[in-house]
Nanobody, 120 residues
Framework: QVQLVESGGGLVQAGGSLRLSCAAS????????MAWYRQAPGKQRESVAT???????NYADSVKGRFTISRDNAKNTVYLQMNSLKPEDTAVYYC??????????????WGQGTQVTVSS
């Protein structure tokens, strides 16, 4: 079992920056990939960024060049640095973890979410 807790959300103006944190605890050794998802009201949840245990990263086209996913293994924490924020980035952001052996797009662990609101 893995527990994920997001933090760092809040209200920012367009063009501003925010850093989200995801603290992991439990059977962390079982995690192959960590991801940030987001869900805006009335929209489907979408993948924003992923980082593998080996450090490979992927980003949604909508955030490339603006968002950066990273990790601090010593702190068991994954980050999402969000720059040049747009109102369209407003959503609840979720941290997710994928176990070794899971399907490519299946995530087994989820945090409670943290609200990011970008005003214009």
């Amino acid at each position: 079992q893995v527990q994920l807790v997001e933090s760092g959300g809040g209200l920012v103006q367009a063009g501003g920056s925010l850093r989200l944190s995801c603290a992991a605890s439990g059977s962390i050794f079982s995690i192959a990939v960590m991801a940030w998802y987001r869900q805006a009201p009335g929209k489907q949840r979408e993948s924003v960024a992923t980082i593998s245990k080996g450090g490979s990263t992927n980003y949604a086209d909508s955030v490339k060049g603006r968002f950066t996913i990273s990790r601090d293994n010593a702190k068991n924490t994954v980050y999402l640095q969000m720059n040049s924020l747009k109102p369209e980035d407003t959503a609840v952001y979720y941290c997710a973890g994928q176990r070794f052996g899971s399907q490519m797009w299946k995530y087994d662990y989820w945090g409670q979410g943290t609200q990011v609101t970008v005003s214009s």
